[in-house]
């Protein structure tokens, strides 16, 4: 593999004259040297001379605020280079991260700064006003996420192979074909993935240049992620915005693999909160000198945003992150007020980052902490910042902090206070003649939980107050607007909507309560006739499936949270997948029930029972028009994901649904299950949703588990149904290329494993019958009969799986051939 290298590397002066000319043209030359891992010492000889050439061009001086004696203490271009995008997003996937960790002869640090530089001019055109194009800004952030999800990676790697270097990976001995001369020998596939790039954690946790360059990350991300000169630019705001999801994203594996590093939470990290902290201090002690000037208010905003994103996406567990982040906020809190200082519109975006960052901060910090900011955004509603032009942007974030504020709240208790101002935040201004947004429901629905967490101590109070006060206006205006379904008022059903959330607000707090007596219960119950009208009458609005959505949604949390009503709910929900034409939301709520049944205090037998009898009557009205669910793929995915749930085997130290109760009733269906199975071998072939796909393979693999005795008669019906299951398979491999993407792979690829452990002497036929329906040449099929009769020679099943997606690219690649 390193031979074409060293005869390039031979005319290296050549190549380093040419990429001083043409420096575009010469980084697709290192990005095919990025990619050359077989031999990755000596691709990285000749990037190490190649790089500086190609990033030349762009040498000018910008300080990085960073120690002098830092490596990354170096310059920073000012013009454009996107084209520059596929070397460093190529560099980040391998070379940059094994360079930072001292696994190669790179430098890491230019790398990181010109990294940063094509960012910079990315998101340049929102900053200047000059345009609102966020692609290269969303690519440039893409690069930093890879280069933390390689790392992260390369330590799953080396923890995954030291588990279990050697045997085999779990499977059943015995063959499904003879070996083959041309297949890989198992010595060679070892020495294959022991090749693959594995960092230990102690390494990591050693590893300065991570932390340099997050520190880099940050900065600039607190700099070129800042508010545009003009707030009021709308189509500048969506691309800061747009940019910032796509930061937050890259943030997220940056933090957890930083979350055990030692010392990383302490020192450098926290300095621009701290410059920030001043600056809200100094205008809190002279609030008649000081007053936030535009350019503060945008630094400002920026660490509020930045410190938010980064405590939102700390890991559970991270006691020393966390504690570092208490600790920060504790020093910033009393400084805030210096925000009301700000002039509109500034004022309102900054609060709004304010209320960001609370939402982080409280679900950051450990159970039995105090919520963080609580009293100071109630003091501070959107509505009172002076810019009625900002509500769209603020009033969601700031539903959501508080929402998340009040989880935090003692439990037990009822807060009255802060209870009657949710009431009033929620009901004092609405008008069911108004027109209304799809976002006030969603804020009317945050206040409504909110409201329950703070009062759910006292539930008589909270039940009353909502009954006497609330719901006879909300049951009038849904009565009103089922006479008129011309949804004039903007979104569909809000009234309807708004019913089910205040419902769902009156529901127990804390562990499910079975007790018949729950002052919720009664008027639950006397609210029955609007949602069976919900679920069985009124017509829906196919584009937001309401009102059946929010009604669905009730009704599971009423099954999970107030279990007197179980019955009652899982009828319903049955009723209504059995005679809506898209049942997607009922099946839904329906597996959702399942994931979630409190036994006890729900009876595991009785739950079992009533699930079984909601799962039948769903699954056989939908098999009564398999023609229309074979076009709807939300709904095939829905009634897959169901059944896969419900007969999903007890693992190690977790039992299956109601106590594995539920799976063998399920599969004592056995004229259900056939009629599922010969659904599955008609619709995986030619699906196209990754989710229905994953949902078939997923339900087939349960069915066949070896962990327990099946009846005789199950076993029989697999054996049936496996060659025409394997042709589906098989021929759902050859054609849809999301199944050669990891996570979906490796769904087929567990039921080729639990098919060759569970029916071991029926899979060899099953599988040639099923690859001979495949219009692929003989050579490319042999490859997975010889890759499933040697599973047991691998390691681990994620190298085995590795190989299995090695063997669908090829067949893939020879499909595109054929087709061409």
């Given at each position: 593999a390193a031979a074409p290298l060293r005869s390039l590397a031979a005319q290296g002066q050549q190549l380093l004259a040419a990429a001083r000319t043409s420096p575009a043209e010469a980084s697709e030359v290192a990005q095919q040297l990025a990619k050359w891992r077989s031999a990755a010492k000596e691709a990285a000889e000749i990037l190490k001379e190649l790089l500086p050439c190609i990033f030349a061009e762009s040498e000018n001086e910008n300080d990085m605020e960073l120690a002098s004696d830092s490596p990354l203490h170096q310059s920073l271009p000012e013009e454009s280079a996107a084209w520059l995008l596929p070397l460093l997003q190529d560099l980040a996937e391998d070379f940059w991260p094994r360079a930072a960790l001292g696994e190669l002869d790179l430098d890491w640090a230019v790398i990181g700064k010109k990294a940063v530089w094509v960012l910079g001019s990315a998101t340049a055109p929102w900053q200047d006003g000059s345009g609102n194009e966020t692609e290269d800004a969303e690519a440039a952030v893409a690069v930093w996420q890879s280069f933390a999800e390689t790392v992260s990676a390369a330590v799953k790697a080396a923890e995954s192979f030291g588990s279990d270097s050697a045997g085999n990976a779990g499977y059943p001995s015995g063959s499904l074909v003879a070996a083959s001369p041309d297949f890989a020998q198992p010595e060679k596939r070892l020495r294959r993935s022991q090749e693959r790039w594995q960092l230990p954690r102690e390494k990591l946790a050693q590893a300065n240049s991570l932390q340099l360059l997050f520190q880099l990350l940050g900065q600039k991300l607190l700099e070129f992620m800042r508010l545009p000169a003009y707030p009021d630019d709308e189509d500048a705001l969506s691309s800061l915005f747009a940019a910032r999801t796509a930061a937050e994203a890259a943030l997220l594996p940056w933090a957890t693999l930083l979350a055990g590093v030692p010392g990383a939470w302490t020192g450098d990290l926290w300095g621009p909160l701290r410059r920030a902290k001043d600056m809200l201090q100094g205008i809190c002690e002279r609030p008649e000198e000081e007053m936030m000037t535009d350019d503060v208010s945008r630094d400002v905003e920026a660490v509020l945003w930045f410190f938010g994103a980064i405590c939102g996406s700390l890991p559970e567990g991270s006691a020393e992150a966390a504690s570092a982040v208490g600790t920060a906020m504790e020093s910033l809190l009393p400084y805030l007020a210096g925000l009301d200082s700000a002039l509109t519109p500034w004022r309102a975006l900054l609060w709004s980052a304010a209320c960001s960052l609370a939402t982080a901060v409280n679900s950051a910090t450990p159970t039995g902490t105090a919520p963080?900011?609580?009293?100071?955004?109630?003091?501070?509603?959107?509505?009172?910042?002076?810019?009625?032009?900002?509500?769209?942007?603020?009033?969601?974030?700031?539903?959501?902090?508080?929402?998340?504020?009040?989880?935090?709240?003692?439990?037990?208790?009822?807060?009255?206070?802060?209870?009657?101002?949710?009431?009033?935040?929620?009901?004092?201004?609405?008008?069911?003649?108004?027109?209304?947004?799809?976002?006030?429901?969603?804020?009317?629905?945050?206040?409504?939980?909110?409201?329950?967490?703070?009062?759910?101590?006292?539930?008589?109070?909270?039940?009353?107050?909502?009954?006497?006060?609330?719901?006879?206006?909300?049951?009038?205006?849904?009565?009103?607007?089922?006479?008129?379904?011309?949804?004039?008022?903007?979104?569909?059903?809000?009234?309807?909507?708004?019913?089910?959330?205040?419902?769902?607000?009156?529901?127990?707090?804390?562990?499910?309560?079975?007790?018949?007596?729950?002052?919720?219960?009664?008027?639950?119950?006397?609210?029955?006739?609007?949602?069976?009208?919900?679920?069985?009458?009124?017509?829906?609005?196919?584009?937001?499936?309401?009102?059946?959505?929010?009604?669905?949604?009730?009704?599971?949390?009423?099954?999970?949270?107030?279990?007197?009503?179980?019955?009652?709910?899982?009828?319903?929900?049955?009723?209504?997948?059995?005679?809506?034409?898209?049942?997607?939301?009922?099946?839904?709520?329906?597996?959702?029930?399942?994931?979630?049944?409190?036994?006890?205090?729900?009876?595991?037998?009785?739950?079992?029972?009533?699930?079984?009898?909601?799962?039948?009557?769903?699954?056989?009205?939908?098999?009564?028009?398999?023609?229309?669910?074979?076009?709807?793929?939300?709904?095939?995915?829905?009634?897959?994901?169901?059944?896969?749930?419900?007969?999903?085997?007890?693992?190690?130290?977790?039992?299956?649904?109601?106590?594995?109760?539920?799976?063998?009733?399920?599969?004592?269906?056995?004229?259900?299950?056939?009629?599922?199975?010969?659904?599955?071998?008609?619709?995986?072939?030619?699906?196209?949703?990754?989710?229905?796909?994953?949902?078939?393979?997923?339900?087939?693999?349960?069915?066949?588990?070896?962990?327990?005795?099946?009846?005789?008669?199950h076993n029989d019906m697999l054996k049936t149904a496996l060659p025409p299951l394997c042709a589906s398979v098989c021929g759902a491999l050859a054609a849809q290329d999301f199944l050669a993407e990891p996570e979906a792979l490796a769904v087929a690829g567990d039921l080729l494993l639990t098919a060759a452990q569970a029916l071991p002497e029926s899979l060899p036929a099953a599988l040639t019958s099923g690859l001979s329906q495949v219009p692929l040449p003989d050579h490319s099929k042999v490859l997975l009969q010889q890759h499933v009769s040697a599973r047991e020679e691998w390691s681990q099943k994620g190298h085995w799986l590795e190989q299995l997606q090695q063997i669908v690219v090829e067949w893939h690649s020879e499909r595109h051939l054929n087709v061409r």
């Open positions: 963080f900011l609580l009293e100071w955004m109630l003091q501070r509603k959107p509505s009172e910042a002076g810019a009625p032009e900002m509500l769209e942007l603020t009033e969601l974030p700031y539903a959501k902090a508080l929402e998340a504020a009040c989880q935090k709240l003692p439990p037990g208790m009822a807060h009255t206070d802060i209870g009657e101002q949710f009431l009033q935040l929620v009901f004092a201004n609405w008008n069911p003649a108004s027109p209304h947004e799809e976002r006030n429901i969603e804020v009317q629905a945050l206040y409504l939980s909110a409201l329950r967490a703070a009062m759910g101590g006292n539930p008589q109070l909270l039940c009353s107050s909502l009954r006497d006060k609330v719901l006879p206006g909300l049951c009038q205006a849904a009565d009103a607007e089922a006479q008129d379904v011309r949804n004039v008022n903007g979104v569909p059903w809000p009234a309807s909507r708004l019913l089910f959330e205040t419902l769902a607000a009156l529901l127990p707090v804390g562990a499910p309560l079975a007790d018949t007596a729950h002052p919720s219960i009664a008027t639950w119950r006397q609210a029955w006739p609007y949602l069976e009208k919900a679920m069985l009458q009124h017509p829906i609005d196919t584009a937001s499936d309401q009102p059946v959505k929010a009604a669905s949604q009730a009704l599971r949390r009423a099954a999970l949270h107030a279990p007197a009503l179980f019955v009652e709910v899982l009828q319903l929900l049955s009723q209504s997948a059995s005679r809506r034409e898209a049942p997607e939301v009922q099946l839904q709520a329906i597996r959702e029930i399942i994931i979630g049944v409190p036994c006890p205090p729900v009876d595991a037998a009785r739950a079992a029972e009533v699930l079984d009898a909601a799962i039948a009557t769903s699954a056989d009205a939908l098999m009564q028009r398999t023609q229309v669910l074979l076009e709807s793929p939300d709904d095939l995915a829905a009634l897959f994901g169901l059944l896969s749930e419900a007969v999903r085997p007890s693992a190690i130290g977790a039992t299956g649904p109601c106590e594995d109760r539920l799976r063998p009733l399920i599969l004592g269906r056995s004229v259900l299950i056939g009629r599922c199975l010969s659904l599955v071998s008609v619709a995986l072939p030619e699906c196209r949703s990754d989710r229905a796909s994953q949902h078939m393979l997923r339900f087939v693999t349960r069915l066949m588990s070896a962990e327990e005795a099946q009846p005789a008669a």
